[in-house]
C-alpha cells in the first residue's frame, strides 16, 4: 500500500537500459473504477505534449523510485482517447469534501491509499472534526471533482489507523476466494456460462479500443515527414528517413507491435 504523497516525485527508472526517463508528476484517477489509471511524467526536456504512463506498465513502486521496463512505456495522450478523457475530469481526491448521499459533511480528505499491485484506491484518511480518521474505499459511492459521496453508514466505517486497511483488504479476499467454497450443484455450469459471455464482451470491448486508438494514430500521424529510421521487431528498416507518412507506413507499424508505433510517433514533424 502507498499514499499519493509516496509516489508523486518518484524517479521513474527504465529496467531495460537503467536511465531515468523522469519523475511522477500527477496522478490520474479513474473515478468509475475507483482506480489509479496513468502517471503523468515530468520530464527536462521540453514537451509539446502531456507524456504518461498506464499503471498496468508499472513493474514496481519502491521507495526511491517506479520501474517500467522501458522507455516506449511512456506514451503520448494524445493517442490515447481514455486518458485524455480523465485527465480533463481532474479527480484529485485530496483536498476535497467527503459527504454522504443525504448532504452531511464528514469530512475534508487529506490523502489517498493505492494498492501498488493493481491500482485500485483501497481508502483516504480525511480530517473529521478534530481527529485524522481513515476510510475504506467499499464507503466511497462517487469520486468527484470537488465532492466524494460517502454511504450514510460511512462514520461507522472509520478506522483509527491505515494500516488497518491493508488487514481488512486481506479478510475481505479471503472470504471472497472460492477455493474455500462449496460448488452448489449446476452452479458450476452456471458460473463458466457467465464467465464465457463476460470474456466476450470484454474482448469486443478491447477490439473496438483498439481499433479507435489505431484510428487517431493514423489521424495523428498521416501526412507527417519521419526524422529517422524506423525498425520493425527484427531490426530491418520499415520506414525509412525522409518518409512521408500514409496510412499503409502507419498501419504496418501497428502491426510491428506498440513499441515500435510509439518509436514512430516520437520521430516525426509536420
Known sequence: MKNSAQIIGLPIISISDGEQIGKVKTLVINPEKGSLDFLTVEQEDVQLSLKAIPFKKVVGIGEFAITVENVHDVIDLSEIPIANQLVNKQIRIKNTKAMTRKGQLLGEVTEFFVDEETGEIIGIEL????????????????????????????????????????????????VEDPSDEQTAPGQEKVSAWHSHIEGMVEEAENIEALQALREKQIALLKGKRVTKDIFDKNGNVLIATGTILTAEHIQRAQEEGPSVIVDLSMNVEA
Open 127 to 174: 480530517r473529521v472534526g478534530d481527529r485524522q480518521a481513515v476510510l475504506p474505499s467499499a464507503a466511497i459511492l462517487t469520486y468527484g471533482k470537488d465532492i466524494l459521496v460517502v454511504s450514510e453508514d460511512a462514520p461507522q466505517s472509520l478506522l483509527d489507523d491505515a494500516d488497518l486497511l491493508i488487514s481488512q483488504q486481506e479478510g475481505e479476499k479471503a
